[in-house]
């Protein structure tokens, strides 16, 4: 397989907008936004879905200088895979908690809501950190695919 060199305006805009993007995720990190994401997913799947992430940025470095794209791709269609089972692991555990039976009991409801806005939470999480990484990756792709 031959390697192709990336034009030098290619590596420009790649450089270009992953520092616009690392100013804005770490502005995120600076206000809170990123730990709250962090400790609001009890399962830790935002962890793993930014592991699988950083994993892609390497790869694209790599590319840069002449490595494989396709990996690109499919790292971050597994980004969107692991935020929607993220999501159906956050919807399961919402209503876990949720007994039909106990509705009418006040003290029991507590329980409920709590249960339902943890895995409310778990859900709306990992679904961002799955799209988002997932979206970076894919500008990536397309900028060293141009």
């Not at 709250?36 to 935002?46: F, H, L, R, S």
């Not at 971050?76 to 009991?105: Q, R």
Request: glycine share 10%; charged share 10%; hydrophobic share 60%.
């Amino acid at each position: 397989m031959t390697k192709h060199r990336i034009p030098s305006m290619h590596l420009a805009r790649l450089a270009a907008f992953n520092l616009c993007a690392m100013a804005g995720l770490f502005s995120l990190w600076i206000d809170g936004w990123i730990m709250m994401a962090v400790d609001g997913d009890a399962t830790k799947i935002t962890l793993l879905i930014a592991a699988l992430f950083i994993v892609g940025l390497i790869v694209s470095a790599r590319r840069a200088f002449g490595g494989e794209i396709r990996v690109i791709r499919q790292v971050a269609n597994s980004l969107v895979m692991l935020g929607l089972i993220g999501t159906v692991i956050g919807f399961i555990i919402a209503l876990s908690g949720v007994d039909p039976a106990a509705a009418g009991d006040i003290t029991a409801i507590t329980g409920m809501v709590s249960t339902l806005i943890s895995g409310i939470g778990v859900a709306l999480y990992t679904t961002l950190a799955g799209s988002v990484f997932s979206l970076w990756l894919t500008v990536n792709y397309n900028i060293l695919h141009g």
